[in-house]
Nanobody, 122 residues
Framework: QVQLVEAGGGLVQAGGSLRLSCAAS????????MGWFRQAPAKEREWLAS????????YYAASAKGRWTISRDNAKSAVYLQMNSLKPEDTAVYYC???????????????WGQGTQVTVSS
């Protein structure tokens, strides 16, 4: 089973940037699209972005489009999320996961890691 470890979160001022990373180990990373999600307090987990196995196609939620970029390095079994123009409402725990092969590129597949906390101050 794939273990996912997210990192790169922290406290940042509004307008700032962070680069999140996700390292996969112990299972099948190859061949799967990957995605980023977040969960704010008292809210449901929200899909943010997905990337195909080749990295050639990306998908973004409206909240992420134009501000953030998802990328991956298959040689390192890693996925990244470059977040620019951060807003206080982006405060949440951020997670990566494999994306289910259902064609939507929005549904997670597999166990979750511990996530990484992002806090944006105003």
């Amino acid at each position: 089973q794939v273990q996912l470890v997210e990192a790169g979160g922290g406290l940042v001022q509004a307008g700032g940037s962070l680069r999140l990373s996700c390292a996969a180990s112990g299972g099948t990373f190859n061949g799967y699209p990957m995605g980023w999600f977040r969960q704010a307090p008292a809210k449901e987990r929200e899909w943010l972005a997905s990337i195909t196995w080749s990295g050639g196609i990306t998908y973004y939620a409206a909240s992420a489009k134009g501000r953030w970029t998802i990328s991956r390095d298959n040689a390192k079994s890693a996925v990244y999320l470059q977040m620019n123009s951060l807003k206080p409402e982006d405060t949440a725990v951020y997670y990566c996961n494999r994306i289910a092969p259902d064609g939507t590129y929005r549904r997670a597949f597999g166990s979750w890691g511990q996530g990484t906390q992002v806090t944006v101050s105003s």
